[in-house]
C-alpha cells in the first residue's frame, strides 16, 4: 500500500501544487486548504504523514497536528512554515510532548522530496 499523506495549507496553489509532485514521485497525496476538511476526511482514511502549514485561519498546523495524532499516534507530522512568529507555538507544542518535524519556507521541492522520502522509509522500517 502506497505512503499516504496530507497535504494542509491554506495557499490553494502551494496545497495543490505539492500534492502533485508528491503524486509525480510515486506517493498517494490528496490536499485541503482547510485543517477542518482535513479533520472531516480523518473518518474515512488515515493519512501516513501530515504535511502542514502552520500559520492558517481558524486551527493553526501545530493544533491540527495534535489532533490528527491524537487519532492516529503512528502517523507522522511535518509542518512548514514561513513565520518566524511560529517558533514560540513549536517551542509549546515540544514542551507538551509533541515531536514534529518543521522546514522553513519557501522549501525546495526537492528537500521537501528528501524530509519525506526519509518519513516513508522510516514508515518501511517500522512495518517490516
Do not use: W
Not at 498517494?28 to 501530515?50: C, E, V, W
Not at 522546514?103 to 519525506?116: A, D, F
Amino acid at each position: 500500500m502506497p505512503f499516504h499523506i496530507f497535504v494542509v495549507d491554506d495557499e490553494p496553489v502551494i496545497a495543490s501544487s505539492l500534492t502533485a509532485i508528491l503524486k509525480l514521485n510515486g506517493f498517494s497525496a490528496q490536499y485541503f486548504t482547510t485543517p477542518l476538511d482535513a479533520l472531516a476526511a480523518l473518518r474515512s482514511n488515515k493519512p501516513d504523514l501530515l504535511v502542514s502549514d502552520v500559520a492558517m485561519p481558524g486551527i493553526s498546523g501545530i493544533e491540527l497536528a495534535i489532533q490528527v495524532r491524537a487519532l492516529y499516534p503512528s502517523c507522522k507530522v511535518l509542518l512548514f512554515s514561513g513565520h518566524a512568529a511560529t517558533v514560540d507555538s513549536l517551542a509549546n507544542a515540544v514542551t507538551n510532548g509533541h515531536d514534529f518535524r518543521v522546514l522553513q519556507k519557501p522549501v525546495h521541492p526537492r528537500v521537501m522530496l528528501t524530509k519525506i522520502g526519509a518519513l516513508a522509509q522510516d514508515n518501511d522500517n517500522l512495518a517490516s
